[in-house]
Nanobody, 122 residues
């Protein structure tokens, strides 16, 4: 499956942004979002089961992030609010048939999108 992430851009602190991830084929069990800031490792943001169930978020973004899906559009969304400069990163979507204990790790996801850059700055 090929994934295409989009929606990144420049946002002012306190602003909001919605990223999209479209699959060319079928998403796997989980669809996750990760981000990578310059000079840092890729980190987990959140994940959603494609066929329903609990959504999981990183503590660093909990309360400011919502992941949702639209099956009719074969798309998963990441909504970011109250954004901070430290949210600046390339955001990636990924999908995989992960087991629950691994969903916060990159190794759980086998297909990755190309990333979309989000910059939070005034």
């Amino acid at each position: 499956v090929q994934l295409q992430a989009s929606g990144g851009g420049l946002v002012q602190p306190g602003g909001s942004l919605r990223l999209s991830c479209v699959a060319s084929g079928s998403f796997n069990r989980y669809v996750g979002w990760f981000r990578q800031a310059p000079g840092k490792e890729r980190e987990f943001v959140g994940t959603i089961p494609w066929n329903g169930g609990n959504t999981y978020y990183a503590d660093s973004v909990k309360g400011r992030v919502t992941i949702s899906r639209d099956k009719s559009k074969n798309t998963v969304y990441l909504q970011l609010t109250s954004m901070k400069p430290e949210d600046t990163a390339v955001y990636y979507c990924a999908t995989g048939n992960a087991i629950l204990s691994t969903i916060r790790t990159t190794r759980a996801y086998t297909s990755w999108g190309q990333g979309t850059l989000v910059t939070v700055s005034s």
